[in-house]
């Protein structure tokens, strides 16, 4: 039988020419541990680009070389996006990067984050919230070792054909939109349209195709994925309201994390805490504008709902975190109890 050591071994002999090598003057000749992070956007991805490679530079600077990471983009370790949980529990990669929605009943704590009223459109803010209660959702974390749990700011929707105004949220009846997590999906039905489960990378092909209407994702994945060419139209509430967001995780295998000598563990920790959370959220913010002034630049229209119905959007937001609270429940979790801390420190460290 192949453990997921073998198979990571396998793997890494097979597609050793697809990864994305740190610069060789920032590692040592002999490193003692090379770590494999593997994840589902391209390379020029903010999460690449902006998120890992930064943190592994100043990772292997820290260590003077003793550490080295090779970073697999686009899957080419193998497997598809939902697989990346599994991949990294059972070693096949030492770390990934992923959203927790595309592993439904795996994270039911921390799906608290991404709901609509709870996460109130500052990646900054929900990222430090989620760091001052990782004790709340730990257990969703058992078999791992989590080096962030983040958000972005937020899911607005983007439309692939133009849209002049929207008077009723009755627009959206009978549309497909593409969700990212099943919460978003509840978002999607409370509007009267057709969720449509699918990982980003799918989405420029089914949106090109016509097979989804339009999609629940934040501006900062327009450029890697040049969805400004693909849609016409985006939306968000009268505030900058967001029909809720996606948690990330970036986590590493627990038993790779556990056999560093402590000392390479103690730097890996002081990377991983409050201030990366911080400052991951603040490149995401930044990435948003990028992303607006390409839908802008395309010619598209980014909308904004008025105030009525903004507020019909948070009464339908307020629902799906009812209707949370009772599943979670169902499995002895305190999921109001969650909710309340959640938004304490959201609207704590709202700006």
Do not use: C
Request: aromatic share 6%; hydrophobic share 40%.
């Amino acid at each position: 039988m192949l453990t997921g050591r073998t198979i990571r071994a396998l793997a890494l002999g097979t597609i050793a020419t697809l990864a994305t090598a740190l610069p060789q003057d920032a590692r040592a000749a002999d490193p003692e541990v090379t770590l494999t992070v593997h994840h589902f956007l391209s390379p020029k991805a903010t999460s690449q680009a902006k998120m890992i490679e930064p943190w592994a530079r100043r990772i292997e600077k820290e260590s003077e070389g003793r550490i080295a990471f090779e970073i697999f983009p686009s899957m080419s370790m193998g497997g598809k996006p939902p697989e990346l949980y599994r991949q990294v529990r059972d070693g096949t990669a030492d770390i990934v990067w992923t959203v927790i929605g595309y592993t439904p009943g795996v994270f039911p704590r921390t799906e608290a984050f991404e709901l609509p009223t709870v996460h109130l459109g500052s990646a900054v803010a929900t990222n430090l919230a989620i760091h001052d209660n990782l004790d709340l959702i730990a257990e969703d974390f058992e078999d791992i070792h989590p080096l962030l749990i983040h958000t972005h700011d937020g899911n607005a929707l983007h439309m692939r054909e133009p849209v002049e105004d929207i008077r009723s949220l009755d627009t959206f009846k009978g549309m497909k939109l593409r969700t990212p997590s099943r919460t978003g999906a509840w978002m999607i039905e409370a509007l009267g349209a057709e969720p449509v489960g699918m990982p980003v990378p799918a989405l420029p092909q089914a949106l090109s195709k016509g097979t989804v209407d339009g999609a629940l994702i934040p501006f900062e994945i327009f450029p890697p994925l040049k969805l400004a060419e693909l849609t016409q139209t985006s939306i968000e509430g009268r505030s900058k309201e967001r029909f809720g967001t996606s948690v990330f995780l970036f986590g590493m295998n627990k038993e790779r994390y556990e056999e560093l000598p402590d000392d390479l563990k103690e730097i890996i920790d002081r990377n991983s805490g409050r201030d990366f959370a911080e400052e991951i959220g603040e490149v995401w913010a930044l990435e948003e504008t990028t992303g607006k002034r390409q839908q802008y630049d395309s010619g598209g229209t980014i909308l904004r709902l008025n105030q009525e119905l903004s507020d019909e959007t948070l009464i339908l937001g307020q629902s799906i975190v009812e209707r949370w609270i009772e599943e979670v429940s169902d499995k002895g979790i305190d999921g109001e109890a969650i909710i309340d801390a959640a938004r304490t420190a959201v609207r704590k460290h709202t700006k």
